[in-house]
């Protein structure tokens, strides 16, 4: 019965992952905060920006990885998960704000714009 158990012990829910990989960021981004609230100056934040969109990267993989999955009975109660990324979603925006206040460009996703550069056809 040890030989059956072991195989559950090493597989590792998505849903953990992903709490832990959100957990991650929320740190992250704590960090970010901080530093942004001391007066870090910009080169120094670099590497922990990098480091921010690297992690939501794997993040965003995760949640792709997740809902390409068929839903699974008994889940289990998803609203734990569903409150860590708001309040990573909070703190992302705030840091935006902070870092946006500084004088520091920021590189964000640009909103699709169906046939926005498009020329006329005459």
Known sequence: MHAA?????????PFSQLGAQC??????????????????????L???LRQSAA???????GIRAL???????GRGDLSPLIAQMRALLELEDG?????????????????YQYGARRAARS
């Open 23 to 44: 957990a991650q960021c929320i740190d992250l981004a704590q960090r970010i905060r901080a530093e942004l609230q001391t007066g870090k100056a910009t080169c120094d």
């Open 46 to 48: 670099t590497p922990l």
């Open 55 to 61: 992690e939501v990267t794997q993040l965003q993989e």
């Open 67 to 73: 809902a390409a999955q068929p839903p699974a009975e």
């Open 5 to 13: 158990e072991q195989p559950q012990t090493q597989h590792t829910d």
């Open 95 to 111: 840091n935006q704000k902070l870092l946006a206040s500084k004088g520091i460009p920021i590189n964000r996703p640009r909103p």
